[in-house]
């Protein structure tokens, strides 16, 4: 079992930054494959990054504005995320899974979940 508590969530104008933690207990991060996905209303779940042991891997409209990254001695992951856009306003989700050597981007390919964090861009 693994428990994700995500926080760092807000209001943000375009432009801005917000680096969101998921703090990670139950598993060290050697095993599993942590992701971060988000959903805008009515909306699909969608990939964002994923980080397995040094590599990580980003969904095409993220890349180069956020950054995936962890702190072994805290068992947290971040997310940076820079240059935020309206179209960012999003729940978004830390998950897990037993590490494998692809990163999936398919939500239901990760078995464990955080709550979810509010992130609201402003124009």
């Known amino acids: 079992q693994v428990q994700l508590v995500e926080s760092g969530g807000g209001l943000v104008q375009a432009g801005g930054s917000l680096r969101l933690s998921c703090a990670a207990s139950g598993r060290t991060f050697s095993s599993v494959t942590m992701a971060w996905f988000r959903q805008a209303p009515a909306q699909e779940r969608e990939f964002v990054a994923a980080r397995s042991g040094g590599s990580t891997y980003y969904a095409d409209s993220m890349k180069g504005r956020f950054t995936i990254s962890r702190d072994n001695a805290k068992n947290t992951v971040y997310l940076q995320m820079n240059s935020l856009k309206p179209e960012d306003t999003a729940v978004y989700y830390c998950?897990?899974?037993?590490?494998?050597?692809?990163?999936?981007?398919?939500?239901?390919?990760?078995?464990?979940w955080g709550q979810g964090t509010q992130v609201t861009v402003s124009s």
């Open positions: 998950a897990a899974r037993d590490r494998s050597a692809t990163m999936p981007t398919k939500s239901g390919e990760y078995a464990y």
